[in-house]
């Protein structure tokens, strides 16, 4: 497609007589909020000094000078201190349906990403403990960066680095040989794991020869004693059954499962390297990185002083692991804030391991705010945490009271249903930027007049009842593109041409949320052009183009909430 920004940038670096940069001007260029104000505006305010004239003066010198076809600009404007762009929209409208009708439901997939490998580090609940809502976030968060990366054609590897290791397993080994027989972990393993745990953790703290037989079995489970291995590798087992019901609701899928336990044999490398480092340094016992000269004031533990690695360690001997067996371009984290530190740690010692430059660069924490559930809900149930499958169950029950109301007749209120609920969770989790805490909030986010998934899904339907009523499809070809002009078109047409360059902003900055946005932005244009455009009218060259049109809306409203993880419903 015509790179209309591109275009435009060339004219302005022919047509200036300083020196600036395309970079430069790549980021000066605004796209005006008001139409009215032309599709691309420079602002030049920032070259009077330089110049000594007015932004103004500079502005409409610009306009003399340049030179850029009609096909591409229609007209340019001064205003104030900025130069607007019109662009031509006819050549506009020709580009974007002519690339929809070619690459249909592969719109907007692009190969920018080729030859670059981007590892994604997300969900990595905890086993023999519950997944929780911020599991719930990071999971939804990290598949949709996941399915965005492979789309624009970079190598991508999703990993789901399983906190299967750690002291309380000795604990759990111990609980389990006293009481094992008295729970079935075939059914609610995770909850039994826990009051297992529980009882052993008091038994431990009242008695100090329990505590020593839990450390033992730890030790015995590390040098690899057959019992204890197969041991852990049950509660692991049943742990990952119980979280792949979650992973099985939301579409969720991995690459690989390499936990804790995995890198917890590849520490003494990492413990090598630093100690020939000479960064090394005994503190109270423990080994530690001290790391105040990178303005980090709490050092990174690496031996505890019994000589056992912890959590840093580990994801240590893993970004190691990760820079040799894939030679990542970016290792993104997908957490919490919460463990903000942690990664800046981390990320400050890898620089002692001697891997590359670009992988150094690569590491990248994708931090995400804390999900709240509307006031008092966190803890009910008996004291017990909600659980996210009961959660994701209860709102996929409410979207099917919801489709009973209000389209009795629909046939598999099931599958839809599914398809509503769960969309309506992933969209709750990606439509307010990552950083920002989250509601969860069954109700609000089911509303298929809010800013939603269901409502973006229920626009999508529109289009599909729009398309299942005309007899034969217009072809591209035929279509008389003046008939798109209109105010309501043009909008759409507009965000249409725009959505490879939304993925592509989503993975500069990591943020799903930007593509949630503009799926409301395109549902919402589509809305409006739907109550102002009647689309089956007696003129069959428009309605040709209405309908073209609406079908390419289908098309890239599909594609977006595909690569959000939202499956679309054809009725609803
Ligand atoms: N298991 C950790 C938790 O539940 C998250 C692990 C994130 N990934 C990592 N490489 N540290 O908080």
């Known amino acids: 497609m015509i790179d209309f920004k591109h275009e435009i940038i060339n004219a302005i670096k022919k047509a200036v007589d300083f020196d600036i940069s ?16 032309g599709d691309y505006a420079f602002p030049c305010f920032s070259f009077a000094k330089q110049l000594k004239k007015s932004p103004q003066e500079i502005a409409e010198n610009l306009k003399q000078k340049i030179k850029i076809s009609p096909e591409y600009v229609q007209e340019i404007k001064v205003s104030g201190p900025y130069l607007n762009f019109y662009i031509n929209k006819i050549t506009l409208t020709q580009e974007v349906l002519n690339e929809i009708s070619k690459n249909q ?28 809502i911020g599991h719930l976030k990071t999971t939804v968060i990290g598949g949709a960066l996941y399915n965005i990366y492979k789309y624009l054609g970079y190598n ?10 750690g002291t309380q397993f000795g604990k759990l080994i111990e609980g389990y040989k006293r009481w094992g027989k008295d729970y079935d972990l075939t059914q609610n393993p995770i909850d039994k794991l826990g009051e297992i745990y529980k009882r052993i953790n008091d038994l431990c703290s009242e008695d100090e020869q329990v505590l020593e037989a839990a450390r033992e079995d730890f030790k015995q489970l590390e040098n690899g004693k057959e019992e204890y291995v197969e041991l852990w590798k049950k509660f692991r087992d049943v742990s990952i059954k119980e979280f792949q019901k979650i992973y099985d609701l939301l579409g969720s899928h991995f690459d690989s499962w390499k936990g804790e336990a995995f890198y917890a044999t590849k520490t003494d490398e990492v413990i090598q390297i630093l100690q020939e480092s000479g960064r090394l340094v005994e503190s109270n016992g ?5 790391l105040t000269d990178e303005g980090i004031d709490t050092p990174c533990i690496i031996c505890k002083s019994n000589g056992s690695t912890i959590y840093a360690t580990r994801d240590l001997a893993a ?43 690569g590491l990248k924490h994708v931090s ?7 006031s008092g809900k966190m803890s009910t149930r008996a004291g017990n945490f909600v659980k996210v499958e009961d959660l994701l169950h209860e709102t996929i029950e409410e979207a099917k009271k919801i489709i009973e109301e209000k389209n009795p007749d629909l046939s598999n209120k099931e599958e839809v249903a599914k398809k509503v609920g769960i969309g309506a969770v992933i969209f709750n989790s990606l439509a307010t930027s990552r950083n920002k805490d989250e509601i969860f909030d069954i109700k609000a986010m089911l509303n298929f007049q809010g800013e939603t998934g269901p409502y973006i899904q229920y626009m999508y339907v529109r289009t599909k009842s729009v398309l299942e009523k005309i007899e034969k499809r217009p072809k591209f070809e035929q279509l008389k593109l003046e008939n798109l002009q209109d105010e309501y078109s043009i909008a759409i047409i507009k965000l249409l041409y725009d959505f490879e360059n939304i993925l592509v902003e989503v993975t500069e900055k ?11 932005d395109l549902a919402k244009a589509y809305s409006v052009f739907y109550n102002e455009n009647r689309i089956i009218v007696e003129d069959e060259e428009v309605k040709n183009a209405r309908v073209y049109l609406t079908a390419c809306v289908s098309k890239v409203l599909k594609i977006g909430a595909n690569l959000l993880g939202i499956d679309m419903p054809n009725k609803m």
Not at 156 to 165: H, Q, S
């Open 286 to 290: 423990a080994k530690v990185v001290d």
């Open 368 to 374: 995400y705010g804390m999900v709240r559930l509307p």
């Open 22 to 37: 395309e970079q430069d001007l790549h980021k000066y260029i605004e796209k005006p909020k008001n139409s009215a104000n």
């Open 319 to 361: 970004i190691l692991y990760r820079a040799r067996t894939y030679d990542f371009d970016k290792c993104l984290y997908v957490t919490s804030y919460e463990q903000n530190l942690h990664f800046k740690q981390i990320f400050a010692v890898a620089k002692l391991l001697g891997i590359k430059e670009k992988c150094i660069k």
């Open 510 to 520: 990591e943020e799903p949320s930007i593509l949630a946005r503009y799926l409301l």
């Open 156 to 165: 991508t590897i999703g990993e789901n680095f399983l906190g299967d290791y």
């Open 105 to 132: 439901e592969n719109y907007g997939k692009s190969k920018i990403g080729e030859g670059k490998t981007i590892v994604i580090d997300y969900s990595a609940p905890n086993i023999a403990k519950p997944f929780h």
